[in-house]
């Protein structure tokens, strides 16, 4: 069973930083080590859909944001503990919402049904 789990979320004021972690478990249910080329962060805002925030490519090192985030967000991967991060800065009142690692290996990496794991989401509040 592969297991994503993640920590870091909290309250914060507007402008402030907080820095996400989520770390996969080492092996699937065969034994064989994890290949996770695709790892990403969705979030959901109460009453919204989850969207897509962030991912990075282990294959290529190619990262993806979306807009809202561009330029406050920096998504980042150390594939020797099988862990991605998630910078934030600056951040802002509509950030709020609860965060979502993913990973998986299908090729639509802005689309959340294309990744296979999920962890069970952490909780940033930004206050104005």
């Known amino acids: 069973q592969v297991q994503l789990v993640e920590s870091g979320g909290g309250l914060v004021q507007a402008g402030e930083s907080l820095r996400l972690s989520c770390t996969a478990s080492?092996?699937?249910?065969?034994?064989?080590?994890?290949?996770?080329?695709?790892m990403a962060w969705f979030r959901q805002a109460p009453g919204k859909e989850r969207t897509f925030v962030a991912a990075?490519?282990?294959?290529?090192?190619?990262?993806f944001y979306s807009d809202s985030v561009k330029g406050r967000f920096t998504i980042s991967r150390d594939n020797a503990i099988l862990t991605v991060y998630l910078q934030m800065n600056d951040l802002k009142p509509g950030d709020t919402a609860v965060y979502y690692c993913?990973?998986?290996?299908?090729?639509?990496?802005?689309?959340?049904?294309?990744?296979?794991?999920w962890g069970q989401g952490t909780q940033v509040t930004v206050s104005s």
């Open positions: 993913a990973a998986g290996t299908k090729a639509n990496i802005y689309y959340g049904p294309a990744y296979d794991y």
């Open positions: 080492r092996q699937s249910a065969s034994g064989q080590p994890l290949f996770l080329n695709n």
């Open positions: 990075a490519r282990r294959d290529d090192g190619i990262t």
